[in-house]
């Protein structure tokens, strides 16, 4: 384990003498679902930075949970006529972060630097997503349309926390050869490891490919079929695995938006959304799904180091499964992982 944690801070090293040209903060990330943000003040973090999230009659506001005061949590406050309340010493904070009032000296001016710091926030896909810099790429889509389209549902049916980085989970999401060995005569065959090999798309927004006729089985054992999943990966962390039982006219379509947060250095929030446009025909679908991921949780909380390193010379690949992985990796070479991996 020690080895591999000094190769990939050697790795790290190296590629930082390059340029990068993107920082993660210039990304949207979810740091909860609609229903976790109310009238309380509540704590999430997000890329190591601590933020504190409200709803208030014009939406959600999202400022670092800091006070600029004396430093304490406003997460600890509350929240009073749409402005948080410092639970130290009253100050208040509007929802672009002014400050609004200073109970110990009422009369007497604000200082122009008494603000908290205000994020950028959207709420979408029953999710809400901050934005620590300008944005340059949009809230990742939904490929063919299908959260504007009247035929689907959406819900998000699960969100949990793993002890690895947002890469690793990501790449987790892709990678169809483990199948057989983390979910054997569920989603992969034992006897049938060998993986075809597959016509990888790149996009200016990442990529996609598709893996037809593939095995699955549910937990239960009394349904089975073969199926083919287009995976979409909307960098960085977003991947949709779009689902469809092969032989079946009936049009029936899953998709499943997959977006990993990442929290810190080795904590990933990962929030699932599921588009359908058919009424629910297997009442097991979240606990088989929550099953399967358990089976991955243990082996990705594993692996060492828990970041992606930093170059492809790290680590070894082959050339039929890992094919999107590499393509994952050589993007990544450009992006500063600050927050994300140890400096
Ligand atoms: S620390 Fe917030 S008001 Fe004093
Ligand atoms: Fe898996």
């Not at 490919?209 to 349904?223: E, I, K, L, M, Y």
């Not at 009424?279 to 990705?300: C, G, K, M, T, W």
């Amino acid at each position: 384990m020690a080895d591999t944690a000094k190769r990939g801070k050697k790795g790290r090293a190296k590629a930082a003498k390059g340029a990068k040209r993107m920082r993660l903060s210039q990304f949207w990330h979810p740091i909860a679902t609609s229903e976790e943000v109310g009238g309380r003040p509540r704590r999430f973090t997000l890329l190591d930075e601590d933020l504190v999230a409200f709803r208030t009659d014009t939406g959600v506001t999202v400022l670092k949970d800091l006070c600029i005061h004396r430093g304490a949590a406003l997460s600890l406050g509350e929240v009073r006529d749409g402005c948080i309340v410092c639970p130290y010493h009253g100050w208040e904070y509007d929802r672009t972060g002014a400050c609004v009032r200073i109970p110990a000296q009422p009369d007497r001016p604000i200082p122009a630097a008494a603000r908290a710091i205000a994020h950028r926030v959207e709420e979408r896909h029953g999710l809400v997503w901050v934005a620590l810099e300008e944005p340059i790429a949009d809230i990742p889509h939904v490929p063919e349309g299908l959260d504007r389209d009247p035929a689907f549902t959406s819900e998000v049916f699960s969100v949990l926390e793993w002890a690895t980085s947002a890469g690793r989970s990501t790449e987790n999401s892709m990678d169809v050869s483990h199948f057989p060995f983390v979910h054997p005569d569920l989603l992969g065959d034992p006897d049938h490891p060998e993986q075809a090999s597959y016509e990888l798309h790149a996009e200016e927004w990442g990529q996609w490919f598709r893996v037809p006729d593939q095995f699955w089985r549910s937990v239960d054992g009394t349904a089975n079929a073969r199926i083919t999943y287009v995976y979409t990966h909307v960098y960085p962390f977003t991947m949709h695995l779009h689902v469809t039982e092969d032989g079946d006219a009936s049009g029936r379509v899953i998709s499943v938006m997959v977006i990993a947060s990442p929290t810190r250095a080795r904590e990933t929030r990962v929030f699932r959304i599921a588009f359908r446009n058919y009424a629910e025909n297997n009442p097991n679908f979240v606990s088989d799904y929550l099953h399967i991921l358990e089976q991955d949780r243990r082996v990705v909380e594993s692996i060492r180091p828990e970041e992606i390193p930093a170059s492809l010379k790290e680590e070894l690949h082959i050339r039929v499964p890992d094919r999107s992985s590499i393509a994952y990796r050589r993007w990544l070479e450009q992006v500063d992982m600050q927050g994300v991996l140890e400096p």
